[in-house]
């Protein structure tokens, strides 16, 4: 049965090519001469229609139209069509009209009579073809209208990516949606149509016109749409019933891959108010060093917190250099198991090795070192939670300050050529553990790149602000919130962030090798803070609740050791461009071997298990202090 059923479904094709073919010849005769056939022609409008039919499926079966799907009938497939068409209507026009009054007593096919039946033979061929694709395609629209009404989605962008969208919708009718219209702000397209549906008017007008057509869904169809543009959509809806969903932007999209089912509900990264950065780490500088890209091909990486948000990031990214091997180095057996599988499944012929360590063993990092003798350390390693560490103060410095110290320390003697020590902004005239944890682990590791057992090892740290969601960061948390039904809460309605994208944070960690000199702190140009509580509204709007009233926002007041506003410099440092125009260098002290030595041991003698949080306070702040050769700004 099965085999039978394709030779019926071609012989059926056949036919109806050739019922075409030949009444189409033949009615083309009839037009021309209005009903009424006289010798010389009368002959042939009997002949050529039935030499139409063999010839025709001839010449198709050559072009290769009966291997053809006819309920998949689509351009590619009226392009061959139409070759085909007209490849045998240009092959009769030569033979009748050049060959036969030569040989025989024939006048040729006239013509008039050879161009309408070339159109109306492509017309009904395509016409049947079309009528196959809708046969299917419409009971299974039909069915899903009746069990479930289609949603009625208004397309704002009348563009190309608008165009495929219809397309794609009217290919699959299982999405079960109904474009209305499109919105563009291009004055020349309002009142047109794009694949038959008409540009409605301007984005601003997008309430009245959704309310006016039923809308229950907007999808912005424009890719390279700015922050600003998105902002402006979001707040045109807020308060309203409308649900909102985006394409993703040009870098985002695949060629291979359909558009619809891309489109997502708009993330918060939409509206942060500037362009994500995207660095280009194969560019060449001005610098001693070569692209990042050539210093990470064939070369062995460690990563010290490869499961954490930021280095499992970076691991992303670094496996697409093609190093020669991945160290993924973590205390937390998960969460390295879960990137060392991510990564053998995207990138199965990179060899990878999970290392399960804590960075304050010192003789087990040693024996690591000795063994696979990384060249380049990215250290991402740290606790990061700001009033767990109020909490925590001793654990704070242990792991953030004093195994980082370590880690440099023992960085020149196994052969590391660059080590790169990720960073915060908490880190800036801190006011808490885990942003005092931080600028001492920076100052001690810039102060290891003036010991003269440092050798050829380049240090850097890297800088950046608050990680868009990254664990325990913000953006989760209201989502969490939201979830259960609220209340969102700030902390302070006047607080502010920088934030970034995991991309962006990792990038710069990696593109900081072509830029960098040892004991150069670098940041990334990150914009303007973002406020949380806009942050808050934003999330709830894009959520499809009212802030305020179907989700609150609840003021908390600022926890322990948190600041209202955060900056990217201390008081005492200066910034200066690097040779990359979106990373500046920061200009501070770097601690000479005397003042680290002095304030190390200042350190280890405060981590005293019986001493308050008080007084380690006080004695973290003196190593600061002989670390910078100034009274520190940080408050307390």
């Known amino acids: 049965m099965s085999k039978r059923l394709p030779s019926f479904y071609r012989l059926a094709q056949l036919g109806l090519d050739g019922f075409i073919a030949g009444s189409v010849c033949f009615l083309a005769f009839l037009i021309r001469f209005e009903g009424e056939i006289y010798p010389p022609h009368e002959t042939l409008a009997w002949l050529l229609p039935l030499l139409a039919i063999p010839g025709r499926l001839l010449v198709h079966g050559g072009f290769?139209?009966?291997?053809?799907?006819?309920?998949?009938?689509?351009?590619?497939?009226?392009?061959?069509?139409?070759?085909?068409?007209?490849?045998?209507?240009?092959?009769?026009?030569?033979?009748?009209r050049l060959l036969l009054p030569r040989f025989t007593a024939f006048t040729g096919i006239p013509l008039g009579v050879a161009a309408i039946d070339w159109s109306f033979c492509l017309m009904g061929m395509v016409a049947v073809r079309y009528a196959r694709r809708r046969s299917i395609q419409q009971p299974l629209w039909r069915k899903s209208r009746h069990l479930f009404p289609p949603k009625r989605v208004l397309l704002l962008g009348a563009g190309m990516a608008g165009s495929l969208i219809v397309q794609e919708v009217r290919q699959n009718p299982h999405l079960n949606l109904e474009i209305v219209g499109f919105l563009d702000d291009d004055a020349t397209k309002i009142g047109r149509r794009v694949e038959g549906i008409k540009v409605l008017g301007r984005t601003g007008q997008l309430l009245a016109i959704a309310q006016h057509h039923q809308i229950q869904e907007i999808l912005i169809a424009m890719p390279s749409a700015s922050a600003e543009q998105i902002r402006r959509i979001v707040n045109l809806t807020s308060g309203t019933t409308l649900k909102l969903?985006?394409?993703?932007?040009?870098?985002?999209?695949?060629?291979?891959?359909?558009?619809?089912?891309q489109a997502r509900d708009i993330q918060i990264q939409d509206i942060l108010g500037r362009t994500e950065v995207r660095l280009n780490l194969?560019?060449?500088?001005?610098?001693?060093?070569?692209?990042?890209?050539?210093?990470?091909?064939?070369?062995?990486?460690?990563?010290?917190?490869?499961?954490?948000?930021?280095?499992?990031?970076?691991?992303?990214?670094?496996?697409?250099?093609?190093?020669?091997?991945?160290?993924?180095?973590?205390?937390?057996?998960?969460?390295?198991?879960t990137i060392e599988q991510e990564l053998k499944r995207t990138f199965p012929h990179l060899p990878t090795t999970p290392l399960i360590a804590d960075i304050r063993q010192t003789q087990r990092l040693e024996s690591l070192l000795a063994q696979w003798r990384p060249e380049i350390i990215f250290h991402a390693a740290a606790h990061k939670h700001v009033p767990l560490m109020e909490h925590n103060p001793s654990e704070a410095l242990e792991n953030n300050t004093l195994a980082s110290a370590q880690l440099a320390q023992l960085a020149p003697h196994y052969g590391v050529k660059t080590f790169v020590m990720i960073s915060t902004d908490k880190a800036v005239d801190p006011c808490n553990f885990m942003g005092l944890s931080k600028r001492l682990?920076?100052?001690?590791?810039?102060?290891v790149s003036q010991h003269p057992s440092s050798g050829g090892t380049r240090f850097l740290v890297v800088r950046f602000g608050n990680v868009l969601g990254s664990r325990g960061s913000v953006v989760p948390i209201f989502q969490a919130q939201i979830a259960r039904g609220g209340p969102v809460t700030v902390t302070d309605p006047q607080m502010t962030r920088y934030f970034m994208t995991t991309p962006e944070a990792s990038q710069l960690v990696l593109q900081s090798l072509a830029v960098g000199e040892s004991g150069q702190t670098l940041i990334l140009d990150m914009g303007q803070p973002?406020?949380?509580?806009?942050?808050?509204?934003?999330?709830?709007?894009?959520?499809?609740?009212?802030?305020?009233?179907?989700i609150a926002i609840e003021i908390t007041g600022l926890r322990p050791g948190e600041k209202l506003h955060e900056s990217l410099i201390c008081a005492s440092e200066q910034t200066r461009w690097t040779d990359h125009p979106q990373i500046m260098a920061v200009l501070g002290q770097v601690p000479t071997l005397e003042a680290?030595?002095?304030?190390?041991?200042?350190?280890k003698t405060a981590l005293n298990p019986k001493e308050s949080p008080e007084a380690l306070w006080q004695s973290a702040q003196e190593s600061q202090k002989i670390l910078e050769g100034r009274n520190p700004s940080g408050c307390r």
Not at 67 to 96: C, E, H, K, M, P
Not at 245 to 261: A, H, Y
Not at 533 to 549: C, H, K, N, R, V
């Open 64 to 96: 290769g139209l009966y291997q053809q799907v006819w309920r998949l009938f689509g351009l590619r497939d009226f392009i061959r069509l139409l070759n085909a068409v007209s490849f045998y209507s240009l092959l009769v026009l030569v033979i009748t």
């Open 245 to 261: 969903k985006i394409l993703p932007g040009q870098s985002e999209l695949l060629q291979d891959r359909s558009l619809t089912p």
């Open 282 to 337: 194969s560019q060449d500088f001005a610098t001693p060093f070569p692209p990042a890209s050539e210093q990470i091909g064939d070369r062995t990486i460690l990563i010290t917190g490869a499961g954490g948000t930021i280095g499992s990031e970076i691991c992303r990214q670094l496996a697409r250099l093609h190093p020669q091997r991945l160290l993924l180095l973590g205390r937390g057996e998960n969460s390295i198991f």
């Open 441 to 447: 682990a920076e100052l001690f590791v810039k102060g």
């Open 530 to 550: 973002v406020r949380i509580y806009d942050l808050a509204e934003q999330m709830i709007q894009l959520a499809g609740f009212t802030p305020g009233e179907e």
């Open 596 to 603: 680290w030595e002095q304030a190390m041991t200042q350190l």
